[in-house]
């Protein structure tokens, strides 16, 4: 039903999709964060992603299972990345399948959402003059 | 008693280290290592929140930490 995935390996969209289809299911959401080439207009180099991993992967476990009851969706597929990532690059990916589209778009932007306020991973943005710590919710 | 420390992001900086031993009384609370951590790395105060976990849970202030707890510094996260 879930496959939670925490690597420094890239991350692969093709993979969340098949994990997530199944015959019964009439369409698959899939969100990709991506990392962006610039913040408030300067140009960003590449980010660094460092995670409190044992807490990091209960939490997404936690969401994941949330939506499963929250919604009526299918699978889940929950991934995200640790290291250092250039432009472009998929930090995190969610799939969520259903037997109709509404609960996998709900499915899908309930667990970004909840992601970015409760799982324990910090990006760091380097510039060319220096880097700092993004705080998501200051 | 004796806690290990784990910080992370922001908070890592200002400490200088990911792992520590922290020296405790029995009977302490989240709150009170609050408050001994503030007094030895002042700029954690300034930090909007600084979230703390119990062996991999989020804990509230007044929850009561054990020898050997893992307490983790859980600054804004900001993944995704």
């Not at chain 1, 999709?17 to 962006?36: E, K, M, P």
């Not at chain 1, 992967?57 to 250039?86: C, D, N, P, W, Y």
Request: aromatic residues 6%.
């Amino acid at each position: 039903m879930l496959e939670i995935i925490l690597t420094d390996s890239p991350l692969n969209s093709q993979h969340c999709t098949d994990f997530v289809a199944n015959d019964a299911s009439g369409g698959i959401a899939i969100f990709v964060g991506t990392v962006r080439n610039a913040t408030k207009d300067k140009p960003v180099l590449r980010l660094e992603f460092e995670a409190y991993e044992p807490m990091a992967l209960a939490e997404m476990q936690k969401i994941a299972e949330q939506a499963l009851t929250l919604f009526s969706v299918q699978k889940i597929a929950l991934h995200h990345r640790t290291g250092i990532l250039q432009i472009g690059e998929a930090a995190v990916i969610i799939a969520v399948s259903a037997p109709h589209r509404a609960a996998a778009f709900d499915a899908c932007r309930y667990c970004i959402d909840k992601l970015k306020e409760t799982v324990p991973i910090w990006k760091k943005e380097i510039f060319e003059d220096g880097e700092v710590w993004v705080a998501a919710h200051p | 008693m004796k806690i290990n420390l784990l910080s992370f992001g922001v908070a890592k900086d200002i400490i200088g280290h990911r792992f520590m031993d922290w020296e405790l009384p029995e009977g302490a609370t989240v709150a009170d290592l609050r408050t001994q951590l503030i007094e030895r790395f002042p700029r954690l105060e300034a930090l909007a929140s600084v979230r703390m976990a119990v062996n991999s849970e989020y804990a509230h202030e007044e929850h009561l930490l054990e020898a050997n707890d893992e307490v983790a510094l859980i600054p804004p996260v900001s993944g995704g």
